[in-house]
């Protein structure tokens, strides 16, 4: 079964295929080390910091964890420097303790030239950007970019190496991920909900302490601590997929101290889960129509011949999933793993990020329809869900459903809700429709209420924000990016005309040109500017 995670029912889902990866996150890899803030400077940037939050942020913030000094060491990655930053646990009081976060660098190359920190977020919720940087950006960023700014980034409270939220051990997650998202009868329907209230039941046996305290706007806060902590004035970040909300939402509660921020992949802050969950359910099937134009006019194609139409594609695809869910096919996987229509579902959404994935999943469809082999469509599952070949799963999943269920109210509350919107989400995506439904319950369950709540961004008094949106983007729609550029007083929209989910770093060189010239020079992109 597939949970949405920037992925997920209420926010999208981190790319599993992106090669610069997470997630934009999963087969996709979840593609720090600045100088060594002086004592002087990181003290005198955290006072004047403190004294600029807004409102009574301030005040409750004690000011030692805006001066307070990073001890910085050798990460198991060459090149890489790893530190511990403390945050309150609970900003509304910030005596009952700390958050560990884990902190990477990579000092820019040109230090004499050096414009200060650049902080990258891959989105999910739940990807590892201390992964992300050692692994994509720390070394794949444009080299002027590395050579004048120290590359940063912070694992989220709840994710990776920062307190990780966890929920289910390897054995009951490989359950989990089986689970039938479209049921066809009762009995399969309270199967379902029994799946989602055990998740539930895990985070909040091994997590209680932190699951009312992973919000975004808390992450957001945590954010703005490290960035007096590196001694910059203002925040230069770079957030991708879910990694846009969360620099909208910093620039929302620290406006004035908005450098230049990249939001690539833009989700829509003012859009309540439910829409959220039917914009990236029309998201989904639009990726999924380009997929299958493209797939009948390669040859071979598993899902049709040269002329078939995308919807005649769609039809042989969910007779293919039925058949899966009557008889589940055989993987080889050594753990007894079966492909049902759960598993196949997110094979291929998980390569609905990436049209440079489109191969391989054809290739896997032809092994499973043709030789009764699910294999291939397994191993996209797992690069999805970040399983590896021990069984183990890292902490995406967890921390993306407390963050998604933390965030928002639930998109409904009963099976019964979800029968009802069944046919408007049926119509979003004839494919996708029926199963994003049913995952879009799964925080009606969660142990904790929701804290956030949809509202406009407008980070009245901040610098221009650019704000990029892929047109054929099945995770984070184009509308989004469009409506969140609309809301920012200084938003500045840059659109890619292509498919996969976002666009800096994909292979548009007008996108690429126009990103780094903002960030190098504080330029932002003409107005209407477009790129294929």
Not at 191 to 199: C, S, T
Request: glycine residues 10%.
């Amino acid at each position: 079964m597939h949970i949405r995670r920037l992925s997920g029912p209420s926010r999208p889902l981190p790319s599993p295929l992106r090669p610069r990866t997470m997630t934009r996150t999963g087969g996709a890899l979840l593609a720090a080390a600045a100088l060594l803030v002086s004592a002087c400077s990181a003290g005198s940037s955290a006072t004047s910091a403190a004294m600029a939050l807004p409102g009574s942020a301030a005040q409750r913030v004690p000011a030692s964890y805006y001066a307070q000094r990073l001890t910085w060491h050798g990460c198991q990655v060459t090149g890489f420097e790893c530190a511990t930053m403390k945050a309150p646990r609970d900003y509304a009081d910030p005596g009952a303790g700390d958050v560990s976060l884990a902190v990477a660098r990579k000092k820019a190359t040109s230090p004499g030239k050096r414009l200060g920190s650049l902080l990258v977020n891959p989105g999910g919720p739940g990807g590892s950007a201390v992964d992300y940087l050692e692994k994509y950006a720390g070394t794949g960023y444009p080299a002027e970019l590395r050579a004048r700014y120290d590359m940063v980034a912070v694992d989220p409270r709840g994710v990776a190496r920062s307190e990780p939220v966890e929920c289910l051990d390897g054995p009951r997650m490989d359950s989990f991920t089986q689970t039938d998202v479209t049921p066809d009868d009762q009995r399969e329907t309270d199967r379902l909900v029994d799946a989602y209230r055990h998740f539930a039941e895990g985070c909040g046996q091994h997590s209680a302490n932190l699951l009312r305290h992973v919000s975004t706007v808390e992450a957001a806060r945590d954010m703005d601590i490290l960035r007096a902590v590196l001694g910059d004035r203002k925040l230069t970040y770079v957030g991708a997929s879910y990694g846009t909300f969360l620099g909208a939402t910093y620039a929302d509660l620290f406006p004035r101290r908005v450098g230049r921020l990249v939001l690539d992949g833009a989700m829509d802050p003012s859009l309540s889960a439910l829409s959220l969950n039917e914009g990236q359910t029309a998201g989904f099937e639009t990726a999924f129509q380009s997929f299958a134009r493209d797939c009948v006019r390669q040859t071979g194609c598993p899902l049709g011949g040269r002329g078939t139409s995308p919807a005649k594609v769609g039809v042989n695809l969910k007779a293919f999933f039925r058949k899966l869910d009557r008889s589940p096919l055989a993987t080889g996987d050594p753990k007894g793993r079966r492909l049902g229509e759960a598993l196949a579902t997110t094979g291929v959404i998980a390569a609905m990020y990436d049209q440079t994935a489109w191969p391989r999943l054809r290739q896997a469809l032809t092994l499973a329809m043709s030789k009764r082999d699910g294999a291939g469509l397994l191993a996209l599952s797992d690069s999805y869900y970040e399983r590896d070949a021990s069984g183990k799963y890292s902490n995406l999943m967890f921390a993306n459903a407390a963050v998604n269920c933390v965030d928002l109210p639930p998109s409904f509350s009963t099976p019964e809700e979800v029968k009802r919107a069944l046919p408007a989400f049926e119509k979003l995506s004839p494919v996708f429709g029926k199963g994003l439904a049913w995952s879009a319950l799964s925080c009606a369950y969660w142990p904790v209420r929701a804290t956030g709540h949809a509202h406009r961004i407008a980070a009245n008094g901040a610098a221009p924000i650019v704000v990029v949106g892929t047109t054929r983007d099945p995770a984070t729609p184009y509308p989004w990016a469009r409506s969140l550029a609309s809301q920012l007083s200084s938003g500045r929209l840059l659109t890619y005309d292509g498919d996969g989910h976002t666009a800096f770093g994909r292979g548009s060189k007008c996108i690429d040109t126009a990103i780094d010239t903002y960030l190098l020079r504080g330029t932002p992109p003409a107005k209407g500017k477009r790129c294929s």
